[in-house]
């Protein structure tokens, strides 16, 4: 896949997820726990939406801006290093994501829904725009990663939160192009060998006699 087939990918899954936290249903159950435990749905819609948001700032960030020893690592070394990946629901690390999602959400949907539409219409722009180098630091993280690899953990962000959502409030998951399922689904295929092994998901894949209780990636 092109680079440009690559931003055109994440900006649909972006506008997917813009059109999917303003339903009516997600308004309506703002301050309700969602599908993600210890989580309301409006904090769940933010933390979607702040898939978009992280990018802009990623983006309008300078590379050169990152610490001189920031090292630019690869997608799959980016989910091994996380601490949030193999913590646990009621680790800190998720803890404290899923409290400062609530607490954003609380100045409700319309301000969060504003946010969301904003930073989708910045995008295109900054996406657009060269960047030497081509990566984007993660500051919460202390590393860098491609600007392309950046868009795929953002894209998976947004379809496994998107149906998350949906399953929160009752609604159909969207249907995401295959642009942005195959990234995603590798992604979480080789997450998933590193946690279990490549026998356990091959077997969880195509042989369910003989597939391990879980092959999940987190």
């Keep these: 896949m092109s680079r440009a087939e690559h931003v055109a990918a994440f900006l649909s ?3 997917l997820s813009v059109d999917l936290a303003g339903r009516p249903e997600v308004r309506d159950a703002w301050g309700r726990e969602s599908a993600c435990a210890g989580m309301t749905v409006g904090g769940l819609a933010h933390h979607l939406l702040k898939q978009a948001g992280n990018t802009v700032t990623g983006l309008r960030t300078a590379p050169d801006a990152a610490p001189v020893d920031a090292p630019v690592i690869r997608l799959q070394e980016h989910y091994a290093r996380a601490a949030w990946v193999e913590a646990g629901p009621d680790d800190d690390v998720n803890v ?12 409700g949907p319309d301000v969060v ?6 930073w989708a ?3 295109p722009a900054l996406l657009a725009a060269p960047r030497r180098p081509d990566t984007i630091f993660i500051p919460w993280q202390g590393w860098a990663l491609s600007t392309e690899d950046f868009l795929t953990t953002r894209m998976m962000e947004m379809v496994v939160h998107g149906d998350d959502l949906a399953a929160s409030v009752g609604v159909e998951t969207p249907t ?9 689904l590798a992604l979480l295929a080789g997450v998933a060998v590193r946690r279990h092994g490549q026998t356990a998901v091959v077997r969880g894949l195509s042989r369910p006699q003989r597939a391990p209780g879980t092959i999940s990636a987190f």
Excluded at 96 to 107: F, L, T, W
Excluded at 113 to 118: N, R, W
């Design 96 to 107: 404290s994501i899923r409290e400062g999602d609530n607490d954003a959400a609380g100045v």
């Design 113 to 118: 829904l504003e946010l969301g539409h904003e």
């Design 121 to 123: 219409a910045d995008l």
């Design 13 to 15: 899954a972006v506008d």
């Design 176 to 184: 995401y192009p295959d642009d942005v399922v195959g990234p995603v």
